[in-house]
């Protein structure tokens, strides 16, 4: 498995998470869609589905799809990323940049798709929501510790699966997902990935978007600090049970 294939495969799975994740957030919130109003627990499914799809389209490197995995997997001691995928520096940062642009082109095709109800959409917030993450009670030190929660149980969970799609199912990642969005979702929006965060952030920051308001960037930290501490502790927790 060349690092060349494990970059695609992680740019297209991110982007067919990112893609199915948006997709139903915005299905949800936007002006005059057919979801218009429907519950969380859509967007709950919604989300462990769009995992289900994306961990099958990047099954070849493993199917990490979230930083957090990646850095929980190098935190955790294994020696490979996938099979035949050494964990080496160059690597990570191979597995790094690729989710990251998966997640930006995702969350750009998931605007595609939706430009007109974008356009129809008058309340900026509902906008950048269909994007990113955001606190129901900002409370920055308490937004992290939320995160890193959530984050924890998706990593040491995966992990305990045995870390590949290849044993563990897609399916079971994406019951977790959901799981973790109906229970632990409702403070923070459960980014429980930088990738998923800060990927459509930028989207939403550089598309032009009729009724665009803030992106939020004081905020931006939380889902990226939040999910690095969490799958950094997973992996060091997984070394020891």
């Given at each position: 498995m060349s690092l060349t294939n494990v970059f695609f495969s992680e740019v297209f799975g991110t982007a067919m998470l990112i893609l199915f994740g948006v997709g139903v957030v915005a299905?949800?919130?936007l002006a005059r869609t057919k979801g218009?109003?429907?519950d969380w627990l859509l967007i709950s499914f919604g989300w462990g589905f769009a995992v289900f799809v994306g961990v099958w389209v990047a099954w070849r490197s493993g199917a990490h799809l979230n930083p957090a995995v990646t850095l929980g997997l190098l935190s955790s001691g294994a020696e490979e990323y996938a099979p035949d995928v050494p964990v080496t520096f160059l690597s990570t940062v191979v597995y790094l940049v690729a989710e990251f642009l998966g997640a930006f082109i995702g969350a750009v095709l998931a605007w595609l798709v939706y430009r007109k109800h974008y356009d129809a959409e008058e309340d900026p917030g509902l906008v950048l929501g269909t994007f990113s993450t955001g606190p129901e009670i900002r409370s920055y030190g308490?937004?992290?510790v939320t995160e890193v929660i959530a984050t924890f149980t998706l990593v040491y969970v995966i992990l305990q699966f045995g870390n590949t799609p290849s044993q563990v199912g897609p399916l079971n990642v994406a019951i977790l997902v959901v799981a973790i969005g109906a229970s632990l979702g409702g403070p923070t929006g459960y980014a429980i990935n930088p990738a998923r965060d800060l990927g459509p952030r930028l989207a939403h920051a550089v598309l032009p978007i009729r009724h665009k308001g803030s992106?939020?960037?004081?905020?931006?930290?939380?889902?990226v600090v939040g999910p690095v501490i969490g799958g950094v502790l997973a992996g060091l927790v997984a070394q020891v049970f």
């Open positions: 299905n949800v919130l218009r109003g429907a308490w937004n992290v992106n939020d960037w004081g905020y931006s930290w939380v889902p």
